[in-house]
């Protein structure tokens, strides 16, 4: 053992430990206690994206995919990408297909981003950026979203950009917070990209979930289609997360620098599921729309129930997490709350202050998601009114 050597991770990704979601879903089958924490939905998606991903298997061939991914999936993002945002792609070289919105994101960056390189994002931001950032050698600047609302101050984004900045990070419909960005937001994040020449990345993962106002591709504001990569995948539209399967969507040159990225990190992946993804992207619209109505349902069952459990709670607009403050249990740790909440009644939650620099702003926040069965929910609100205040 080349003790010396210990700890073995490099120091910059020091206080990467596990995540959140593995952390809380570990602690949840430890205690039995109902997992509203990690975002995953208890039942599976449409039988005919299972379907085609099972044909796919039978059928054929099982050998790698092409590199970008098979075409008849990136024709199938395109063909999205115009039907519900207007945006026209060329699938031949606009496209690429990669191992989940994780993957896309983390090919970015890190195709993207130089050494010392600074990059814009919104706080609280997803585990994964902050990571990938780091790994890149560059360094985030953190703009926060504040409750109730999450709204942001242009002043405060403004003064975070720097002659350093090379990239903007953007996630709307927002996990944790469930902030959908209006379209005032958009234009003037877009136009502060525009004038500082940033490129946007954008996570759009939730674009299918948004229950109060609508889904705005950052990519659709003026001067923003040469600049911005925009990322999604199928796990939260067909509700099948553990397929992988996720895609960015951006003119030629960006896609090539991914790609460039993304053939030495898994090369390819999945291509039944591949198949089976663009099955689900050629969906009608009523299987979009009906999703997100069964979800809004969901959101008011939790979100009130919350709320009657004695939480501050803000409805989200989006995705399906709700965040609520722990402030009214006389309670500011969200972390030690989290962690005794299994042993006090039976529910997991995620503390949101793991993706916070502002450790202060983002200490009361507590997640909880709503993906999971009526009964499930209704279980999980009558364990919280048990909590002692
Ligand atoms: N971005 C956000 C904002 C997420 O919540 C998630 C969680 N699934 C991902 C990316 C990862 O997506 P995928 O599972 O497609 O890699
Ligand atoms: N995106 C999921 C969430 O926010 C978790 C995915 C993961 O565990 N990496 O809960």
């Known amino acids: 053992m080349p003790s010396d050597r ?12 596990t995540t959140i979601f593995a952390e809380m879903s570990a602690l949840a089958v430890a205690t039995a206690s109902v997992n509203l924490g990690q975002g995953f939905p208890d039942t599976d998606g449409p039988r ?23 075409l008849d999936l990136r024709t199938a ?31 970015t960056l890190l195709a ?5 390189d600074e990059v814009i994002v919104f706080e609280p931001y997803y585990d994964s950026y902050a990571a990938c950032i780091a790994l890149a050698g560059a360094r985030r600047r953190v703009v926060t979203l504040r409750p109730p609302d999450y709204a942001f101050s242009l002043e405060q984004l403004r003064a975070a950009i720097t002659p350093k900045t090379k990239l903007l990070l953007l996630n709307s419909p927002h996990n944790p917070t ?18 500082h020449d940033l490129v946007a990345v954008t996570d759009e993962v939730y674009e299918h979930l948004v229950y109060d106002g609508e889904h705005i591709p950052i990519a659709t504001m003026p001067g923003m289609r040469e600049r911005t990569v925009t990322i999604s995948s199928a796990g939260k539209t067909f509700s099948m997360t553990g397929w992988k399967t996720g895609w960015a969507c951006a003119p030629a040159p960006l896609v090539e620098a991914v790609r460039t990225v993304k053939q030495f990190v898994t090369y390819v992946h999945g291509a039944p599921f ?65 962690r005794s909440l299994p042993e006090r009644c039976g529910v ?14 983002g200490s009361p926040l507590v997640r909880f998601t709503f993906c999971k069965r009526r009964e499930v929910l209704e279980e999980a609100v009558v364990r919280l009114k048990s909590l002692e205040k």
């Open 274 to 338: 591949q198949h089976a993804a663009a099955a689900g992207l050629r969906l009608p619209d009523e299987y979009f729309s009906s999703l997100a109505g069964e979800l809004a349902a969901k959101r008011d069952l939790l979100a009130s129930g919350l709320a009657d459990a004695g939480f501050t709670v803000y409805p989200p607009s989006g995705t399906y997490f709700v965040t609520a403050d722990i402030r009214p249990f006389g309670e500011t740790d969200g972390m030690a709350f989290c």
């Open 178 to 195: 469930g902030k959908v960005f209006t379209r005032d937001e958009l234009t003037a994040i877009a136009a502060l990209c525009v004038e």
């Open 348 to 361: 997991v939650a995620v503390p949101t202050v793991v993706f916070y620099d502002d450790v202060e702003a």
């Open 77 to 107: 993002i395109a063909e999205h990408q115009a039907r519900f945002w207007g945006i026209e792609l060329d699938p031949e070289t606009e496209v690429l297909v990669t191992a989940g919105a994780t993957e896309a994101v983390a090919a």
């Open 48 to 70: 005919e994206v299972a379907d085609a991903a099972v044909a796919a298997i039978r059928g054929g061939p099982n050998q790698y995919p092409p590199g970008p991914g098979i």
């Open 6 to 17: 210990l700890p073995y991770l490099t120091a910059k990704l020091q206080g990467f430990g």
């Open 112 to 116: 993207l981003l130089e050494v010392g």
